[in-house]
């Protein structure tokens, strides 16, 4: 009886550590693809990185086909901005053999192709302005870590100062503007809309005198991509159009009714 013991002892002990790696491989299988992968967005080429939501959903189509459906959530400043571009893609190819998943279609500007693992999502990352625009890292259960000495992209909301440079002979502008742009999120459509609003002060005197003059802007138009950045003024007929850098430079030019283009303009947030 003792020796039958001893002798089953390994058997016992091998079967222990086969089940438990057969319960770690079946746990790893089933893994659901479904549900929200926190992800960076790197810039090629710059440190510039900006965070995203990723959300992956599944249904079984009845046929014995799976279909992957997503949302993503683009960020513009940290996770908590209400500064967001939110892009729905009703069928998202995946590759059994190699777990490729296309996040794409026509209707969308940004575009995402990557290899799905176990909790992680990662690839390279498009858009229709600027082609690729660099890679990306997501995961699941936790939140990827962005790149050493990295750069977040700031948020377009928030307060610049800077100078105006007169270029026209018939122009005269105060030389010291600030700029204020808000953005609020509208959701009365069927996709969020972000709508900007805001102001310049064109100072006669020193910075934070009361001489001064304040207009709200009109139309303001602002590609979150190739940044390209574009307003009236409601009082004086003026127009700035220019890039707005991702560290929050805005270089343009000056435009008034009936005379042109009027002065450069150079405003930077502190």
């Keep these: 009886m003792r020796l ?11 079967t222990a550590l086969l089940s438990a790696d ?21 810039h090629d080429s710059t440190q510039f990185y900006q965070y995203a939501d990723i959300t992956l959903r599944t249904i079984s189509t009845g046929s014995g086909t799976l279909k992957i459906s997503a949302n993503v959530r683009v960020y513009f400043g940290d996770r908590t901005s209400t500064e967001f571009l939110s892009y729905e893609f009703d069928d998202c190819p995946l590759n059994l053999l190699t777990r490729q998943i296309s ?14 693992k176990t909790g992680s999502l990662e690839g390279d990352w498009f858009s229709t302005v600027m082609g690729r625009v660099g890679k990306f890292s997501s995961l699941k259960d936790s939140e990827p870590q962005p790149p050493a000495n990295g750069i977040l992209i700031k948020t377009l909301t928030g307060y610049y100062k ?13 030389e010291r503007a600030t700029m ?3 953005t609020t999120q509208d959701t009365s459509g069927p996709d969020p809309v972000i709508k900007i609003s805001g102001n310049v002060r064109l100072y006669l005197g020193d910075f ?15 590609n979150f991509y190739n940044r390209y950045l574009s307003f009236r003024t409601t009082d004086y007929g003026l127009t700035f159009k220019g890039i707005l850098s991702h ?9 008034a009714d009936g ?12």
Aim: aromatic share 10%; glycine share 8%.
């Design 4 to 14: 039958k013991t001893i002798l089953l002892m390994p058997i016992l002990f091998f």
């Design 22 to 42: 057969d319960f770690a491989l079946s746990e790893r299988a089933d893994a659901s693809v479904a549900g929200i992968y926190k992800a960076v967005l790197n």
């Design 103 to 116: 996040i794409k279609n026509e209707k969308n500007n940004v575009s995402f192709v990557g290899y799905l």
């Design 162 to 174: 800077g100078s105006l440079e007169n270029t026209n002979a018939e122009s005269n502008l105060p």
């Design 180 to 182: 204020s742009l808000v």
């Design 208 to 222: 934070g005198s009361l001489e001064y003059v304040e207009t709200k802007l009109l139309d303001v138009q602002f």
């Design 247 to 255: 560290d929050g430079i805005f270089k343009g030019i000056v435009f």
């Design 259 to 270: 005379l042109g283009e009027v002065a450069n303009a150079v405003l930077k947030r502190p």
